[in-house]
């Protein structure tokens, strides 16, 4: 593994250990994966350490944490930067008890830009699960961030591949099954807008949602003016007002159904 200390990526105040709390228990169940939930560009290597630099100012100087929140990064080249590191408690799974659970491992790719892990990448982030196991230590429950928590993380293209079991990419596996109804209705049972503790995924999350609904009402704003100028043009024997309230009333029926959807799946 091209693990990445601390040290060598410049976290801050290094030389101390860091200030994050200790697992007030040994063993981890597993490890969630987790991506930005934000824009993200590859760039080379070289410029990796500033952008995860970057985010530990983040977490600490805007979030008020006492460290970046992630246990590992793993940069889009596989190398694998030590966060938080082993034994002590990451702050990026939701809340305590989550963050008790499970280490927490992110994948450096965007919701937008860079949205897809890299083949190096996915090498990285199974090296980085298989250190928190065996040195954790931490059992072999693998998921995500949406796993018990309201959010998109890790995306679609990340969460897949963890319920695949993380395999190497080349490799052959056996798909796991998908995920079931219960689970994803777990998710929105315990959904608890956390913060600052939340706030990249859940801003994603509310901003995505908003674009939805901005994008749906000017598509039935569009569509009304549409109905009205066809009914006036239909001639003096058809009740203009009565096929504008009946297509009204499929705009509405249709508008509900997109409302389950933007609830029902989360994008971001
Ligand atoms: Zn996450
Ligand atoms: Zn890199």
Redesign the pocket.
Known sequence: MKLVSRAAWGARGYRLPSGATLYSSSRRRGVKLHYLGTAYSD???????DYVRQLQAQHMDGNGWSDIGYSFLV?????VYEGRGLRRRNSANGNTTLNEQDYAVCL?VGSSGLTRPTDAQLHGARNAIDYCRSEGPAGTWLGGHRDGYATSCPGDPIYVWAKKGAPRPGATSTPAPAPSEEDDMEAFDVWAYKGKDEATDAYAYLRGTNRKVDALLTQVAGLSAAVQSLASQLGDDVDTEQVVAAVQQAIRDAVIQVDVDITGTQTA
């Not at 760039?43 to 350490?49: M, N």
């Not at 940069?75 to 190398?79: D, E, P």
Request: hydrophobic share 10%; net charge neutral.
């Open positions: 760039r080379s290597h070289d410029r990796c350490d940069c889009t080249h596989g190398y450096l």
